[in-house]
């Protein structure tokens, strides 16, 4: 196979799959991983894609994203009852990390104007909270994700390492009892898990469409979780996965 040919091939996998390994890529096209590297190394010189961790991610992903403004109606009043539920294990004086998802920019809605510190790789969590007089918000910065108004990259998982944070509030696309939890997107995974990582206690945040689902990149084991807020639709199997893991949660109403 021509490297043409094979350059081409690579941008087809990567586009198709969004996110894949050095390694995989390396037995697809029976190549080193050291000449998988060059090639992710050029290709993504020509922007036909983005490398990663270990491996690389489709910038085609990001360019057909679904905007923050189509996510906020998404699950709407579902997000917005586990947020409120979410604020309720604020306290004022907590140091806190939030992540960029819709339901994390509920909370900063519905956060009381209280003493707190408030980490966070989302702009529009950021903006909501700068409202707030008492609040102190630090941005992680790194590499803008347009559609999803946040920050990623290994920049912000450095600036998130300065810090150590009483409660980590999270969300993703994936809540497997076995497999643990999942995003879509390899980089917001990576943060997400940086954002644990530094946090006494990590409280999900997952309606429950997102229970029983495996999505691409894991963020961690489930057992890794102190808490979970979910709604009331929740299948009684999940709750009794939750229960035999040993993991509190909570079910809240929705209405509306």
């Excluded at 057909?64 to 309720?88: D, G, M």
């Excluded at 390492?161 to 696309?173: E, G, L, Q």
């Excluded at 689902?213 to 890794?224: C, E, L, N």
Aim: a neutral charge.
């Amino acid at each position: 196979m021509l490297v043409a040919e094979r350059h081409r091939k690579i941008v087809d996998v990567v586009n198709e799959k969004l996110s894949v390994r050095v390694t995989e890529l390396s037995k697809i096209f029976k190549v080193t991983e050291e000449t998988i590297r060059r090639d992710l190394e050029k290709l993504e010189k020509e922007n036909q894609l983005r490398r990663s961790h270990g491996g690389a991610v489709s910038i085609q992903d990001e360019q057909t994203e679904v905007s923050y403004t189509e996510r906020e109606i998404t699950n709407a009043a579902e997000k917005r009852a586990i947020a409120l539920e979410a604020v309720k294990l604020i306290q004022p004086g907590d140091q806190i990390v939030l992540d960029a998802s819709t339901t994390a920019w509920y909370m900063a809605k519905e956060m009381p104007d209280v003493p707190l510190t408030v980490l966070t790789n989302s702009i529009k969590v950021a903006v909501e909270l700068s409202k707030k007089e008492q609040v102190r918000v630090i941005s992680t910065g790194g590499m803008l994700q347009p559609k999803s108004l946040s920050y990623v990259g290994p920049l912000a998982e450095r600036s998130l390492n300065m810090y150590h944070v009483n409660k980590a509030f999270i969300s993703c696309k994936g809540v497997h009892i076995e497999a643990g939890l999942s995003d879509s997107n390899e980089w917001q995974a990576l943060l997400k898990r940086q954002m644990m990582s530094i946090s006494d206690q990590t409280i999900l945040m997952a309606d429950s469409t997102k229970f029983g689902v495996r999505t691409f990149a894991q963020i961690t084991d489930i057992q890794k979780i102190s808490y979970v807020i979910t709604d009331s639709l929740i299948e009684e199997s999940y709750c009794r996965g939750l229960e035999e893991k040993g993991i509190q949660f909570n079910t809240v109403m929705v209405y509306g």
